[in-house]
């Protein structure tokens, strides 16, 4: 079964640890927006959230509408809605008001291509100002709006484009280079827009391509008002699963009543903020609280273009007085490694509260951010499929360090057996189930609605996760029920490396496991059969690493190569990856007994 071999996340450890952070409201320096959480989730309904975004004449409803166009009209205005600094130490600010032209323009500049309501936009960009212009814009035009993580080679590209339909890539020509040969291969692909302000890139625009910079000049900044509807899609991350290509999770523009929501309540937005979301704009975090919480909220946020280290994320904290940060275990890991001394040269009293999510977050780190920042660090759990969180730990509410939490009010979860339906008594563990139904909730996988449909069974969204619920409704993650591999909450599914591997002209065979790790939670491992006159040699190991950081990217290839003479398999040929596992984890082989044997 599921979870073998994976982190039990807070098992044991939830005995030894206190209970933190029980505070009165009244001892709150900022009083926290969900001042109690039995009486909220009593008379909770989403009708009353929505009375709180404005929504669009007639009935509509915008994502672009409600995160930016409507603070323009309140005293948000000339508020600033995004604190950049690039990675060369550039800082610009952009306000609401400015966001609604810049968004307003691109929105028109769709619009003069003759890209309709529901067609796929695609950015793959580093985390640059563009690249929110360019979803926001995309959202007020109605059309779809795909985010890629800068990061990725030409193989994740390409199957992301090629899936989705996408008529249009927004990227800059450093990027554009390193995918160059899969452009030609992908037909419905019309518009190649290059952004480049300031030659900041290097490279040029090509032939039959776009310039951003152009285009934007050329293009009115009075869009009007959006025209979409609660249900019309809005935006698709791919996410991983055990077998096949990524699937494209769709949105509708209905999501930002959760983004909304949450925003306030879990991540407990006030007016006055400074937010921090360290996520990827590629990755699910990244949009749903790197762009749309926060805004739809009218707070604003820091965007740091920059990469991991430790004093410099410290000096982002004290430079812009960060209130709010939300960020993932990896980080802390990390943070926690590099020592408690480098936090001491750093003025971080700005932080009123910490959250995390992505990948299970140890006790340690929650207890770690009570002598580093002075608060634990709130966990919180959900999906790329579940658009915004659903388990959370509140300001108000005690922390038990390594549980999720418990449900946000509106939502539903479970511990359920998912063959049946049936839920499972406090303590036992099962499937961790939502019931369907929730505003921003996936409304299909593109192109593939027999898998969507596959998740729902009995009454439940079956999320994939085994979890287990203690008697005071805190949820407690165990793992997962497939082979999909989290690396630094990044979701890696095995198929896809598997098949990079297999490209190479020297493997027969490629099995990809999630080995445990002490910061990454786990790391891509491959295990690889050669062909005949190949010899496993170190040289020909790093070959195959650098081979498959070229087609996917550094943080889906594999860390480690093992050379096998054959992988053990199914009598219908399936790589049986759980014995992989079970093997490098030093795990009775007794253990695969449970495997289908199809
Ligand atoms: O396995 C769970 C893990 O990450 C998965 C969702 O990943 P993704 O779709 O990329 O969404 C990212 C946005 C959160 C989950 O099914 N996961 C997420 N949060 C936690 C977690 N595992 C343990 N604890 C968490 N807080």
């Not at 005995?15 to 909220?40: C, S």
């Not at 009935?59 to 509408?65: C, E, P, R, S, V």
């Not at 691109?106 to 309501?117: E, Q, R, W, Y």
């Not at 000096?315 to 275990?329: D, F, L, N, Q, R």
Request: aromatic residues 10%; proline residues 6%.
């Amino acid at each position: 079964m599921g979870g073998q071999g994976h982190e039990k996340a807070g098992e044991e450890n939830h005995v030894n640890y206190q209970t933190l952070n029980k505070r009165a409201i009244e001892d709150f320096k900022v009083r926290p927006n969900l001042a109690d959480y039995k009486g909220t989730r009593d008379k909770f309904s989403w009708d009353q959230i929505e009375k709180e975004l404005d929504g669009l004449p007639g009935g509509g409803l915008n994502l672009a509408y409600e995160a930016i166009d409507r603070h323009t009209k309140t005293h948000r205005k000339d508020k600033v809605a995004m604190h950049w600094e690039g990675k060369n130490g550039e800082q610009e600010s952009y306000t609401f008001a400015q966001m609604s032209e810049m968004t307003g323009r691109f929105a028109s500049v769709l619009k003069g291509l003759g890209i309709h309501k529901g067609d796929r936009v695609f950015c793959f960009m580093d985390r640059i100002p563009e690249v929110y212009v360019t979803a926001f814009g995309t959202l007020k035009h109605g059309a779809v709006i795909g985010p890629l993580f800068s990061a990725f080679g030409p193989d994740p590209v390409k199957d992301r484009l090629l899936d989705s339909g996408a008529v249009a890539l927004v990227t800059t020509p450093d990027l554009r280079d390193r995918i160059a040969h899969i452009l030609p291969e992908l037909p419905e692909l019309k518009h190649i827009i290059i952004v480049n302000k300031n030659n900041r890139f290097p490279g040029s625009l090509k032939e039959g391509e776009l310039s951003y910079e152009k285009l934007m000049e050329g293009a009115s900044a009075d869009y009007g008002l959006p025209a979409t509807t609660r249900e019309d899609y809005s935006i698709m991350h791919y996410t991983s699963g055990t077998t096949g290509k990524p699937k494209g999770a769709v949105h509708a523009h209905q999501a930002v009543l959760g983004h909304y929501a949450t925003g306030k309540w879990v991540l407990d937005l006030h007016e006055d903020d400074i937010y921090w979301c360290t996520a990827d704009p590629g990755w699910v975090t990244g949009t749903s609280y790197g762009m749309c919480a926060p805004w739809t909220n009218g707070v604003t946020q820091v965007i740091y273009e920059g990469g991991f280290r430790a004093s410099a994320w410290y000096s982002t904290i004290e430079k812009y007085k960060v209130t709010v940060w939300y960020t993932a275990p990896t980080a802390i890991r990390m943070l926690m490694k590099a020592g408690v001394e480098v936090p001491k040269r750093y003025d971080l009293n700005s932080l009123r509260h910490i959250c995390s999510v992505g990948e299970p977050l140890n006790p340690e780190a929650v207890v770690w951010g009570t002598h580093v920042f002075d608060q634990p660090i709130h966990d919180n759990w959900w999906q790329t499929e579940t658009g915004s969180i659903m388990i959370a730990n509140y300001p108000i509410m005690g922390v038990k360090p390594g549980s999720m939490g418990r449900p946000f009010p509106g939502i539903t979860a479970g511990i359920v057996n998912s063959a049946t339906g049936e839920e499972m008594a406090p303590g036992q563990e099962g499937d961790l189930a939502l019931r369907p139904g929730w505003p921003s909730m996936f409304r299909t996988y593109w192109n593939n609605q027999e898998m969507y449909d596959s998740k729902f069974k009995n009454g439940w969204y079956i999320t994939g996760d085994q979890a287990k619920m203690d008697e005071e409704g805190y949820f407690w993650f165990i793992g997962r029920t497939d082979d999909v591999i989290n690396t630094a909450g990044h979701l890696v599914g095995p198929f896809e490396v598997e098949s990079a591997l297999l490209e190479h002209p020297a493997v027969a065979e490629a099995g990809v496991i999630g080995k445990p790790d002490p910061i990454a939670m786990e790391v891509v491992k491959a295990f690889v059969s050669l062909k005949d006159g190949y010899e496993p040699t170190d040289e020909l190991r790093h070959e195959l690493m650098r081979f498959s950081r070229q087609k996917l990217a550094a943080a889906v290839a594999p860390r480690e190569i093992e050379f096998i003479p054959s992988l053990p398999k199914t009598r219908s040929g399936k790589i049986m990856r759980r014995l992989l596992k079970a093997r490098e984890l030093g795990l009775p082989e007794g253990d695969t007994s449970t495997l289908e044997d199809d």
